[in-house]
């Protein structure tokens, strides 16, 4: 390849409206304007990701197209006095791999606005393992806390516990001292999820209630949803006095039929988690948990690495609701 020309992957809409994915050659010129160009090292899989590749109009409207929310490598060049050439940075939200060219390609080119040095006790593949997964576990332990709930205070609820958010939100809880208990749909994942430090694994079917109750006996302290529905609803209603309920997907569906009790009976906090447009501010401040007292032992269990020619069987994995843990994508393999 010139200097001026890079791999990615690039998804297409046909003249029979079918949409197609393949690795080709771009050159740096296609991508859009911004201050920083970075050359990406690492990018990481996340369900949106795939619906952008499949063609999702919820996500992304432009196409021809490079996915891929999440991006950490080297500023090749900078406009900007914040950062320079050399400087290992990381981007993920805003506007990257929706309708901005993103992380699955070689380069991107984005505002300086969007870019976060990289934490010092993080390295640039390190934080790819993390990505906007484990971002959004890392938002919603810190929604926990703030909320009040301590690790003596009882059980911590998971859902969807093996797919990417769900099982960083499980290591994480369970560096931070509390106790987990992981529900998932996935048949033999149960030691995975021991592993990860659950100390309880409950199946989905555990947290699907169709008594038509408006309450049910209160069993957690907190809850970390990940899918949405009616497990959201039947969680939300099984969470005890002065809970916190995390919410971050709508994998199981983007309904929920709850009534007003868990809220004005038990006091019950339902709080929405949002990476794409989270402040940046905050953003650093979660990075730092992230880089420091949060950072799971485990962090290379829960991933493993493919190459961007590697990357189209994984789309179709994830969208069937299949992948366990995280995929990191090395973009130089």
Known sequence: MNSDSFKAMLVRKDEEGKFNREITTRKLESLPEGEILLRVKYSSLNYK????????????????????????????SSESNKFKPGDEVIVHGYDLGVDTSGGFGQYVRVPADWVVNLPAGLELKESMMYGTAGFTAAQSVLRIIEGGLRPQGGKILVTGATGGVGSMSVAILKKAGYIVTASTGKTGQEQFLTDLGAEEVITR??????????????????????????????????????????????????????????????GVTLAGIDSQSCPMERRKLVWEKMSGEWKPYVLDSICRTVSLEGLDTEIDVILKGGQVGRVIIDLWN
């Open 205 to 266: 079917e555990d947290l699907t209630d169709s008594s038509g109750r408006l309450l049910l006996k209160g069993q957690w302290a907190g809850v970390v949803d990940t899918v949405g529905g009616e497990m959201l609803a039947t969680a939300i209603k099984s969470t005890r006095q002065r809970g916190v309920v995390t919410t971050c997907g709508n994998v199981a569906s983007h309904d929920l039929n709850i009534n007003v009790y868990p809220f004005i009976l038990r």
């Open 49 to 76: 990701d795939a619906l952008s590749a499949i063609g999702s109009r919820g996500v992304t409207k432009n196409y021809p197209h490079t996915p891929g929310v999440d991006a950490a490598g080297v500023v090749e």
